[in-house]
């Protein structure tokens, strides 16, 4: 398993939270996903390391920015 914070700027309120981990579940791999508004933090945990264009693409299609690995 291997655990990456990642750090995504946009994100609000639950909803924005819900909309990023809904994107990054799709994921293959993925096994959890944290999403903190508050703190702009992403913690995701998957069965192998993820390529971060991958989620790059997974936070943008749920239109945020990821900034990269906090």
Do not use: F, N, W
């Not at 655990?3 to 579940?25: D, F, L, N, Q, R």
């Not at 390391?49 to 997974?58: G, H, I, Y």
């Amino acid at each position: 398993m291997t655990t990456t914070v990642y750090k995504v700027t946009g994100m609000t309120c639950g909803h924005c939270e819900s909309a990023v981990t809904s994107e990054i579940s799709a994921i293959d791999g993925v096994t959890s996903v944290a999403a903190v508004a508050a703190t702009g933090e992403v913690t995701v945990t998957s069965d192998t390391p993820l390529d971060e264009e991958t989620v790059r693409a997974a936070v943008d299609e749920a239109g945020y920015e990821l900034v990269g690995q906090g």
